[in-house]
């Protein structure tokens, strides 16, 4: 007997399971569950996926659904590990709680570098495992070093075709082949979740925004993320658009809606907050929005890729600037976005929809990104990025790194040779941490 095990935490993510196997991605199985996290920062209060609108049109894909939260309360499932002495009692313990059995398992997970899914490739010891990833960052490098013993027993990465052309760089250190999830069977799955949602207003191509609450992730402040919805509304209204739709991130707070309701009613625009859980993807179906507006979302891909929506992107200069460490993994949606989409305070680019670089360009930047964020698990991208950085040293690009990242790494665009010393020189720091004390001091 073979049981596969489907981990998911959102309802996009369901979607895309549900295309794959509708498209026979995955082999015959005996039994199949859709294992549901909740990585909220408060599940008890959240909705998990299984409550969403919408899935039960995608709930007859599987013989069983079942709770990792339930399982493993009360921990959490983003900050719970088992220990490595107590993996086999776990997977004891999993076997029975889901009737398992005996049975031969096969893993698809979400984000392998990180819990719960990294735990479940643990504890599984021996399972294969594939990945699947909708969003951007399956473009990046992994984000962290990951147990070879996990590694090597991934079988491929799917995802979809965001990006057509484009391969992703994840799990690529262990020779992971990327496999793509059809573009029909999954905007099938989604046109089933576009069946639902009565209480959806009735507009028809409004502008829409796309929240995502950067402030829970700390890169950006509460007022700094009020004032870039503030800014998508200003944007859209200058292009003419005098209905809006404000698609706020489900687990942001309600008062995010109140400066954008404040901004609306002096620029004199019907605005719409909606506050139904659903997917953008749904509302592209719902509504046809004469154009999107968001920060760095997988779903601004989603409406250009899969739809065909005009697309503009804002802020993303800032968070560029923001990201820290530099080897954060949220450092390649945004500069896929930015590097890409047009900015939404270019009317003639909005306008006319014009691409930023075509994705062979995009695929070598990525290439040399990749290697500056994570050298040692992608050690071997070294010449491409060095070749890259020589050939496009540009203020476009190096708006992409940071001088210090180049310098540290010795490759093009950091310090200068003859002065690469100066970081290293203990006089030298010493000297300027008594000139920044002495400036602060003036200011005072």
């Not at 049975?103 to 735990?119: C, H, K, W």
């Not at 391969?167 to 262990?174: A, G, R, V």
Request: glycine residues 6%; aromatic residues 6%; hydrophobic residues 45%.
């Amino acid at each position: 007997m073979t049981t596969q095990i489907f981990q998911a935490s959102t309802l996009y993510g369901t979607a895309t399971l549900a295309a794959a196997l509708d498209s026979g991605c995955f082999r015959p199985a005996d039994r199949r569950i859709l294992l549901v996290c909740n990585n909220s920062v408060t599940p008890e209060t959240s909705p998990g996926l299984d409550a969403m609108p919408g899935f039960e049109r995608l709930r007859d894909r599987f013989d069983d659904v079942v709770s990792y939260n339930a399982a493993i309360f009360p921990f959490h499932p983003g900050g719970w590990a088992p220990r490595r002495d107590d993996l086999p009692l776990w997977e004891r313990y999993l076997r029975h709680e889901w009737r398992l059995g005996d049975d031969d398992v096969e893993l698809a997970v979400e984000s392998i570098q990180v819990n719960p899914s990294l735990s479940l490739a643990q504890i599984f010891t021996g399972a294969p495992v594939t990945v699947y990833a909708d969003g951007l960052m399956s473009y990046g490098p992994t984000r962290n070093k990951i147990d070879p013993l996990v590694g090597t027993r991934v079988d491929r990465v799917l995802h979809l075709d965001l990006l057509p052309g484009l391969k992703p760089l994840l799990l690529t250190e262990f020779s992971v082949p990327g496999e793509i999830v059809p573009t029909p069977a999954f905007t099938k799955a989604l046109a089933e979740l576009a069946a639902v949602g009565d209480e959806l207003p009735a507009l028809e191509e409004p502008a829409l925004l796309l929240g995502q609450y950067l402030s829970a992730l700390g890169i950006l402040s509460v007022e700094q993320e009020e004032e870039l919805h503030v800014r998508m509304l200003r944007g859209a209204a200058d292009l003419g658009h005098r209905t809006v739709v404000f698609k706020p991130h489900p687990s942001a707070p309600a008062h995010f809606a109140q400066s954008l309701e404040r901004e609306a009613e002096a620029l004199e625009v019907e605005l719409t907050v909606l506050d139904t859980p659903v997917l953008a993807e749904v509302l592209y179906q719902r509504m046809r929005p004469a154009l999107v507006v968001g920060c760095f979302s997988t779903a601004l891909l989603t409406a250009t890729a899969l739809y065909g929506l005009p697309v503009a992107r804002v802020g993303t200069d800032l968070l560029l600037e923001r990201l820290t460490p530099f080897e954060n993994s949220n450092r390649v949606p945004v500069t896929i976005v930015d590097a890409l989409l047009p900015d939404l305070g270019d009317r003639a680019a909005v306008t006319g929809q014009r691409r930023g670089m075509d994705v062979e360009a995009l695929g070598a930047l990525l290439s040399a990104l990749g290697f500056a964020m994570q050298p040692k698990i992608l050690p071997g991208l070294r010449a491409q990025a060095e070749s890259y950085l020589a050939r496009n040293l540009d203020d476009r690009v190096l708006r992409y790194f940071k001088r210090r990242r180049l310098t540290a790494l010795a490759l093009p665009g950091g310090v200068p040779v003859q002065l690469a010393f100066i970081p290293r020189n203990a006089t030298v720091r010493r000297v300027a941490r008594k000139a920044r004390s002495l400036r602060r001091g003036v200011r005072r």
